[in-house]
């Protein structure tokens, strides 16, 4: 992983009922450590987040996290971790995620989880950053939100090229080595055009 040193995970902040996930979340973390990635996340001790957080940790790999103050309590912050950030709000805990971040993985969660990844996403296709992102397909969970983008597709609301942009892997060094061998796009015509 070449210039990707810093990767930001969107997961769930609950553990799920999928031992499959958490034994995913585990290996990420620990992963990242034994490759020098910086773990980015939203800094919770709870949930998939705590998971890939504290298997990162125990590695002895470097794990920075990213809250808004409003969820900074105590039963839910990791007070372990190499840096905390605190932001005032939810839009800016994104924003500094993306700014700290080299590339994204997305783990299986809820609505949030969903939420990061396609503002992510829509920002890489909106040329706000060029960074790779990559979502863990863990044990199909993903399966049918990628048939809903093919359908946007086949329909006519989703470029091809932007359908694209989201890599996808059930395997986490075949994510990292995509994310690796990553191509921005160029940006959007009508993004670069002169504006009167």
């Given at each position: 992983m070449?210039?990707?040193k810093k990767i930001c995970?969107?997961?769930g902040s609950s553990d799920g009922n999928d031992e499959t996930i958490q034994r995913a979340?585990?290996?990420?973390?620990?992963?990242?450590?034994?490759?020098?990635?910086?773990?980015?996340?939203g800094a919770a001790k709870i949930g998939i987040m705590g998971t890939v957080a504290?298997?990162?940790l125990d590695a002895k790999g470097e794990v920075i996290g990213i809250i808004p103050n409003f969820l900074k309590k105590k039963e839910v912050v990791h007070l372990g971790l190499t840096q905390l950030i605190t932001t005032k709000n939810m839009h800016e805990r994104k924003l500094q995620m993306q700014e700290v971040s080299d590339g994204f993985i997305t783990?299986?969660?809820?609505?949030?989880?969903?939420e990061e990844l396609f503002e992510i996403t829509t920002w890489l296709q909106l040329g706000l950053h060029q960074k790779p992102i990559g979502l863990l397909n863990v044990n199909g969970f993903y399966d049918s939100l990628l048939a809903l983008l093919e359908t946007m597709v086949?329909?006519?609301f989703l470029s091809m090229e932007n359908y694209e942009l989201l890599l996808v892997?059930?395997?986490i060094e075949g994510l990292l080595a995509k994310m690796d061998a990553?191509?921005?796009?160029r940006l959007p015509h009508w993004l670069t055009e002169e504006r009167t």
């Open positions: 070449s210039d990707i995970v969107f997961c979340a585990q290996a990420l973390g620990a992963i990242f450590a034994e490759k020098n990635i910086t773990l980015v996340y504290q298997a990162c783990l299986p969660g809820g609505m949030g989880t969903l086949r329909k006519g892997d059930t395997e990553f191509k921005p796009p």
